[in-house]
């Protein structure tokens, strides 16, 4: 398993690290513009859809989730194999505090990747617009946050960022797995798979909110820990409030419905 992980393809060898860490200082509040472009195209692609026969678009829907399904299972298993290594290596605090992932063979292209993918990911929305379905406020303001927090903490080098990388790659892996089966409407998915994926989905936001109060913790005791206040304070309150957000979600698509078909 180790021999596989330090096995690194052309574009990982070359990967220029440093530009990218430029490219991010420069151009990360961008994202202010780009979401705000973004909001406004939804609102008026839905109504220019409201009196508009929806597009079905399944096959394009299944191309679009396999890609990002693929994406993410390379993504996981590039950060996700060598995190596992390093924590039984030397531990937990030495794995979440360093930032040496940055510069590593098989991490530094993946993590850029990982931060830049949530801009194209903004096109899920589309879909949704396209196909006249609900679109609720956790969908697009989970996708604004996420994709302005990647691309800030991206350039801040933050040590227990790397954690939400690996949890991010890993839902979406099984997410984006999972919608292009359904776009391809052949098989039945159980409603325990939905169940299960959003389940994921809050076990991921603990998670993150762990991360942060680890690292807030290491600073407030001066441990050395790669970690600033800034982005963990932003990170703590983007992960309590999607905490809350999926929550509700959960509460009134499974339990609630379940209540009251009881």
């Known amino acids: 398993m180790m021999e596989l992980l330090q096995i690194s393809f052309d574009i990982e060898k070359h990967f220029n690290r440093h530009a990218t860490f430029k490219w991010s200082e420069t151009w990360w509040t961008h994202c202010f513009y780009v979401s705000a472009l973004y909001v406004l195209l939804v609102h008026w692609g839905q109504q220019k859809m409201k009196d508009r026969r929806k597009f079905g678009l399944r096959k394009a829907l299944f191309l679009w989730s396999l890609t990002l399904g693929i994406f993410s299972a390379i993504g996981f298993y590039r950060l996700g194999g060598q995190f596992v290594a390093e924590l039984q290596r030397t531990g937990w605090h030495e794995t979440l505090c360093n930032v040496d992932f940055y510069d590593g063979q098989n991490h530094g292209l993946w993590c850029f990747l990982m931060a830049f993918s949530k801009l194209p990911e903004l096109l ?95 600073l407030l005791y001066g441990i050395p820990c790669h970690a600033e206040y800034t982005n963990i304070c932003i990170g703590l309150l983007m992960y309590i409030s999607y905490t809350v957000l999926f929550g509700h979600f959960f509460y009134v698509n499974y339990l609630k419905k379940k209540e009251t078909n009881s």
């Open 124 to 218: 899920d929305t589309l879909f949704i617009v396209l196909r006249k379905q609900k679109l609720i406020f956790l969908h697009w303001y989970h996708h604004v946050t996420v994709y302005c927090f990647a691309w800030y903490s991206y350039g801040t080098a933050n040590g227990h960022t790397r954690l939400f990388m690996i949890m991010n790659y890993f839902v979406h892996m099984i997410m984006y797995s999972y919608y292009a089966i359904r776009a391809q409407g052949f098989v039945r998915i159980p409603r325990a798979v939905s169940i299960g994926i959003t389940s994921l989905q809050l076990l991921q936001m603990l998670g993150g909110m762990g991360a942060c109060v680890y690292s807030l913790l290491m």
